[in-house]
Structures are given as structure tokens and as C-alpha cells.
């Protein structure tokens, strides 16, 4: 498969001030632990120190620390949306990499940890009735800055399925084709591009106006409550937060497998839209391959 090429690894984001990341936990009970489907077989495998990390190395690995941490919680969400449908993930494009060949680094546990917990609802007052967004990610095409927007070099031609939707909130945000467009899935909010989120880090944007700019305005980020959860720095509803204009502080590069943890290969399609109209409204598509960043980058 194609691996996302983006420069240098991350450091530990310390919460500083400014708008806070997280918007409350709502008795969300965390999974601590998760039955992923290897080619080996099922193993059970700790969410928070071992799934996540591998699966931001894989996916992500060399991300800076804002486009990192969005890794890690777009991961932390889709995850949570298959477990709490299916009871399990596949470990590969179908789902997201948890195996690739290379083991996590101290950046990707630290970006597990900056987000312990962390996950994508909608809608954000809906406390626990809200929807467990499944957060898709693709590699988009490579882009420039300021504006991190309309990039047309787009080798894996994925930048289709990217939405943009900072300032959008409730019914007009722009939800991604990857999966079942209608306002009543809140399931769908969105895609993020790892190249535009690496864009918008090296633009100085922080972790939550990046998910912010791709999932909208107005999307629930909510910390689970379990004994695999970290409190984040200064409290339960506290996290990183602060960058120049509100926006921004950090920076973010891929390197790993690069279609976000939801999209699926044509051969799925029919089969989760079955499954769609037996549970609800289920993402589906293709599966995108990510690209490589145009300044390279290491694995």
C-alpha cells in the first residue's frame, strides 16, 4: 500500500490556556479494551496504550504534534463507532492499520496520551443520546498555506472526498460521500484531509480548530470516563488549547498508511449498506490511499 510521506516527528503538547478542548464527558464510558481482527486473528488489545499509538504510527507516524493528536482522536472515534456497532475492528485499509511493521514512538503515545480519551460526538448538548461520529480521514491533496484549502496536486486522488466545514454548524456542514449522506446521520460529519491538517498545524492551528475546520463548528469533543482515561491537564473538561488567532498551536506531517480509519474497499460497500439500514445510518465508500507529502518526510 501507498505510505503518506510527511517530515518530522511530534512533541508533547502541553495544555496552555485559551479555549478549552474538551466540552465534558456525559457518562460516555470508555473502552478500555478492543478485539481487533488481524491476520493472525482476534487479539484484545489495551485501547489507549497499545491500539491507539500503533494505529497513529501506522497511520500518521510522522506527524507534528497538532496533526498527530487529531490522528489520534479521528482514530479513538472511529474506533469507538465500530465497537459500539460491531464489537470489533479489522486491523488494514478496511478499518485502520494497527500493524504495519513498526512499532509506536514515544510522539505517538504522546499523542495518545494528549488525548486520552477523546472522541467526536454529535450533537454536542446531546449529552449521552448524541451520535458516535465516525471520523473520517483520507489523505486529500497537498496544500499550501494560509488558507490549507484547494490544493490541486492530489496523487491519491482523495482530496474528492475532504469536506471543509470551518464556520458550518447543524445541517450545513458538508457531510463526505465516504459515508451515508443525510442530515439525520449524525454519524457523518465530515472528512479530514492529513495533508491540509498538516498544512493548518504548520500554520500554527491547534488541535481542536483543526477538527473543527474539517468536522464543524459545532462538533461535540467529549472525554470518556474509565480507568484507561487520563485526566488532561487542569481538569476533566481542560486540554490544549490557544494558538495565535484562537486557532492554532502545533504542527502535523503523515507518514503511514494514509485513508482514514473508515473508508472501505468496493467489495464492503454492499454489505454495510445492508448493515446500514439495519442499525443506522453506516459510513461506507471506498477506501482512499493517502499520498506523499511533496518535501517527503521519514517513517
Not at 492499520?97 to 514515544?106: A, L, S
Not at 470551518?166 to 495533508?195: W, Y
Not at 491537564?233 to 482514514?260: L, R, V
Request: aromatic share 6%; net charge negative.
Amino acid at each position: 500500500m501507498r505510505r503518506a510521506l510527511l517530515a518530522l516527528p511530534p512533541l508533547l503538547l502541553v495544555a496552555c490556556g485559551g479555549d478549552r478542548l474538551t466540552e465534558g464527558t456525559y457518562g460516555l464510558t470508555a473502552f478500555c479494551q478492543a478485539t481487533v481482527e488481524t491476520a493472525g486473528g482476534d487479539v484484545v488489545v489495551d485501547v489507549e496504550t497499545d491500539y491507539l499509538p500503533h494505529v497513529v504510527a501506522c497511520e500518521n507516524g510522522a506527524a507534528d504534534q497538532a496533526a498527530l493528536e487529531a490522528q489520534a482522536i479521528a482514530a479513538r472515534s472511529y474506533l469507538y463507532y465500530r465497537l459500539e456497532r460491531t464489537g470489533s475492528i479489522g486491523d488494514g485499509t478496511g478499518d485502520q492499520v494497527y500493524t504495519c511493521g513498526r512499532p509506536p514512538g514515544e510522539q505517538h503515545l504522546a499523542a495518545a496520551r494528549a488525548t486520552s480519551g477523546l472522541v467526536l460526538r454529535y450533537p454536542p448538548d446531546a449529552g449521552d443520546a448524541a451520535t458516535q461520529v465516525a471520523a473520517f480521514y483520507v489523505a486529500g491533496a497537498l496544500q499550501d498555506g494560509p488558507d490549507c484549502v484547494g490544493g490541486t496536486d492530489d496523487p491519491t486522488s482523495t482530496e474528492v472526498w475532504v469536506t471543509y466545514n470551518q464556520g458550518k454548524s447543524g445541517d450545513e456542514i458538508t457531510q463526505t460521500e465516504l459515508g451515508f449522506v443525510d442530515p439525520a446521520n449524525h454519524a457523518n460529519r465530515g472528512c479530514m484531509s492529513q495533508n491540509g491538517s498538516h498544512c493548518l498545524a504548520e500554520q500554527g492551528w491547534d488541535v481542536r480548530s483543526i477538527l473543527r475546520f474539517y468536522y464543524g463548528e459545532d462538533i461535540g469533543i467529549v472525554q470518556a470516563e474509565g480507568a484507561c482515561v487520563e485526566p488532561l491537564p487542569g481538569g476533566p473538561d481542560a486540554g490544549p488549547g490557544g494558538g495565535p488567532d484562537a486557532a492554532g498551536g502545533g504542527g502535523g506531517g503523515i507518514d503511514g498508511d494514509a485513508t482514514g480509519g473508515c473508508a472501505i474497499g468496493a467489495a464492503s460497500g454492499m454489505w454495510l449498506v445492508a448493515l446500514a439500514l439495519a442499525l443506522a445510518p453506516m459510513p461506507w465508500g471506498k477506501r482512499a490511499r493517502r499520498g506523499r507529502r511533496r518535501r517527503g518526510g521519514r517513517r
